[in-house]
């Protein structure tokens, strides 16, 4: 069982008995530590949500339009997190029991690249160097570098990523601008390879102890962007 299989299977039953399921726990203790965090998220909402409900409850609840447009078009897992949190936080549900819910990385890319459209207009002629203060500042990837310059690169600034401290870049494609999402690795999240919606196509890879996020108009600017990274990230 792969990686992304294996997670999608522990988000959706952590308490599974499939002999495939159980294997792939013992091929590493970090699967182990990873999926009894899910199982205890479980029995945690469980017993939250085992509350006397109030007359007034339905006065109390406030919907919130949390997806954009491209979330409407794609019911993911996080859409029920989401939901379910909503009502999580009236039963009282701490914020740091929340943070444990998978988090799809490409659906946040995507929200991101049109919250912060303005990025795509910059040109601020940034230096690897500066990037590299930069990610000296987020956990776990303060020993992670750019070893020369990954192309131009356009944008920076910091974003988050649910909770997470994360790089926003804008960079140079072959045939249009490139935006990279530098996060720090997290068990919670869901790195799928490749994301899209109507206007944008998104890929994600692995770069040591980071998950890269590129979401670009063209497939071709999101190949060259990677090789840039992987040949210069370490």
Do not use: W
């Not at 599974?16 to 899910?38: G, K, Y």
């Not at 949390?66 to 936080?89: E, I, W």
């Not at 459209?117 to 601020?124: K, L, P, V």
């Amino acid at each position: 069982m792969d990686e992304l299989k294996f997670r999608r299977h522990a988000y959706g039953e952590p308490q599974s008995q499939d002999p495939e399921f159980l294997a792939a726990i013992n091929e590493d203790s970090s699967r182990e530590e990873f999926v009894n965090d899910l199982k205890f998220l479980d029995a945690k909402l469980e017993q939250a949500l085992k509350v006397d409900v109030p007359d007034d409850l339905s006065d109390k609840l406030i919907l919130r339009q949390q997806l954009t447009h491209h979330h409407s078009q794609r019911k993911k897992t996080g859409f029920m997190v989401a939901m379910a949190a909503s009502v999580a936080f009236v039963a009282g549900i701490s914020f740091s029991l929340l943070r444990l819910a998978p988090v799809d990385l490409g659906d946040h890319a995507l929200a991101h690249v049109y919250h912060e459209d303005e990025a795509m207009t910059a040109d601020q002629n940034v230096s690897f160097k500066d990037v590299n203060v930069q990610l000296a500042s987020l956990k776990g990837l303060e020993n992670s570098r750019f070893t020369q310059q990954p192309g131009e690169v356009f944008y920076t600034t910091y974003c988050d990523f649910q909770g997470v401290k994360s790089i926003h870049l804008v960079m140079e494609g072959q045939q249009g601008k490139v935006t990279l999402f530098v996060v720090p690795a997290e068990k919670r999240f869901m790195l799928e390879e490749s994301f899209a919606d109507e206007n944008y196509k998104g890929m994600g890879f692995e770069a040591n102890d980071a998950y890269m996020l590129a979401v670009a108009e063209q497939e071709e600017d999101l190949e060259y962007v990677k090789k840039e990274i992987i040949n210069t990230f370490i």
